[in-house]
């Protein structure tokens, strides 16, 4: 069964530093996704993208933040300069995007990121 | 931001018991309602999806939306050991659009 898969598993880094996390989304899929989710609180959206540009984001999702899909394989969140805010689990997801049915994202394992 | 409120737990249930969970929302556009399942350790799966209102059965898994009350329900008929998980209650505006999530409700279910 096609699954979404992210790496790394877990991510340490030091403050300031850039980190890029990455995903592999389901191989038909046209719509991507990134979430997150602080330890203890709700997933937060973060970004969606489509088309090759970003069609939806949060409030979150800053200058600091930005997505690529690099290879049309890929599909990567790049932190600029980590703040120790942004450790949380990430979330990647993905969807096909027939609009006449209901279409499921579909979720990867997560990466946990941990700014020290 | 308060857009999604979800029952908090933790809920420890003997197995066979029926599981109530719920969620309420404040955004009266929000049209679909999904129940996600989660495992330690692991992304969110799909439960059950429902647009509108009205209720969705499938096995021993019912949801349930209320629009006008703002309220939407899971329940777990028979509930098994290995239901134990946490279980999210996401809403969006239109299908593709961003998900918002309840905090999820972390469920033991004791053989």
């Known amino acids: 069964e096609p699954e979404v898969t992210q790496t790394p598993s877990h991510q340490v880094t030091q403050m300031g530093q850039e980190v890029i996390l990455r995903c592999v989304p389901i191989s038909n899929h046209l719509y991507f996704y990134w979430y997150r989710q602080i330890l203890g609180q709700k997933v937060e959206f973060l970004v969606s993208f489509y088309n090759n540009e970003i069609s939806e984001k949060s409030e979150i999702f800053d200058d600091q933040f930005s997505v690529e899909r690099p290879d049309g394989s890929n599909f990567t969140l790049k932190i600029r300069s980590t703040k120790l805010e942004d450790s949380a689990m990430y979330f990647c997801a993905s969807m096909w995007g027939d609009s006449s049915s209901y279409n499921e994202q579909f979720f990867g394992p997560g990466t946990r990121l941990t700014v020290l | 931001q308060k857009e999604v409120e979800q029952d908090p737990g933790p809920l420890s249930v003997p197995e066979g018991a029926i599981v109530s969970l719920n969620c309420t929302y404040s955004n009266s556009a929000f049209q679909y309602f999904m129940w996600y399942r989660q495992y330690s350790r692991k992304g969110p799966e799909l439960l059950m999806y429902t647009y509108s209102s009205g209720n969705k059965e499938d096995g021993r898994f019912t949801a349930q939306v209320d629009k006008s009350s703002k309220y939407i329900s899971l329940f777990i008929r028979d509930s098994q050991p290995s239901d134990s998980a946490t279980y999210l209650c996401?809403?969006?505006?239109?299908?593709?659009?961003?998900?918002?999530f309840g905090t999820g409700t972390s469920l033991t279910v004791i053989p």
């Open positions: 996401a809403m969006s505006v239109t299908n593709g659009n961003q998900f918002y």
